[in-house]
C-alpha cells in the first residue's frame, strides 16, 4: 500500500485528465480493481484528509482531489459490480429538512467514497421518514446528516430520534459548521466529524466498531 504510486499521487495533486490511463496501466500491471481501490485510492484520499486537517489544503484542493477519484472509481466500478466485489460497508447520507447547503455533505460522500464505502447520497431537505425509508431500503449501516443553518438543527434532533424510534442499527453521524461533539452527544448520534477530512476516519471507526 503506498500514497507514492503515480495514480495515487495523481489523485492528492488533483490531475484528473491524467486518471484514467494511470487507472489503465495499474490494470494492465495485472492489479485487480479490488486492489487498486485499496492500495491506491484509499490511500491517496487519506492523506488528502490528512493535509485538509492539517490545513494544508483547502475545499477547492479537497474537491480536486475528489474529483479525481471519481475519475479512478468511473473505470473500476462496471469491472467491480461485475466482479460481485462490493464495499464491505454501506451509508446514508444527507442534509436536514429545511436546509439546503450541500458542499460539506458532498465533501464528506466523497471521503467517505475514497474510503471505499458505498455511499447513498439522499441530497438536501431531507425529512427524517426519508432517512428512515433510505437506511431500511438499503440496510445501511452508517447515517451521515449534515446541517449547515442553526435553524436546522432542531430538525438533526427530530431525525436522530426518528431513526432510534424506528429501532434501526445504523450508526448515526452528524457534522456541520454549528454542529459540536457536544451537541451530538445530547441528541443521541454516534459520531461527529469536525471536518471532512476527519469524516472518513470518524466513519470508518464506527463501522469497525459496530462489524
Known sequence: MSDTHPLSVAIIAGKRKEIPELVQACLDAAESPQSIVENRLVPAMAVVGERFKNNEIFVPEMLIAARAMKEALKVLEPMLVEAGIKPEF???????????????????????????????????????????????????????????????????????????????????????????????????????????????????SLLRASA
Open 90 to 204: 454501506n451509508a446514508v447520507i444527507g442534509t436536514v429538512e429545511g436546509d439546503l447547503h450541500d458542499i460539506g455533505k458532498n465533501l464528506i460522500a466523497m471521503m467517505w467514497k475514497g474510503a471505499n464505502i458505498d455511499v447513498i447520497d439522499l441530497g438536501v431537505n431531507v425529512a427524517p421518514a426519508d432517512f428512515v425509508a433510505a437506511i431500511r431500503q438499503h440496510n445501511a449501516k452508517l447515517v451521515g446528516l449534515s446541517a449547515l443553518l442553526t435553524t436546522t438543527m432542531p430538525a438533526m434532533r427530530d431525525t436522530v430520534k426518528a431513526i432510534r424510534e424506528a429501532g434501526l442499527t445504523a450508526k448515526i453521524m452528524i457534522g456541520g459548521a454549528p454542529i459540536t461533539y457536544e451537541f451530538a452527544m445530547e441528541i443521541g448520534a454516534d459520531g461527529y466529524a469536525a471536518d471532512a477530512g476527519s469524516a472518513a476516519d470518524a466513519a470508518m
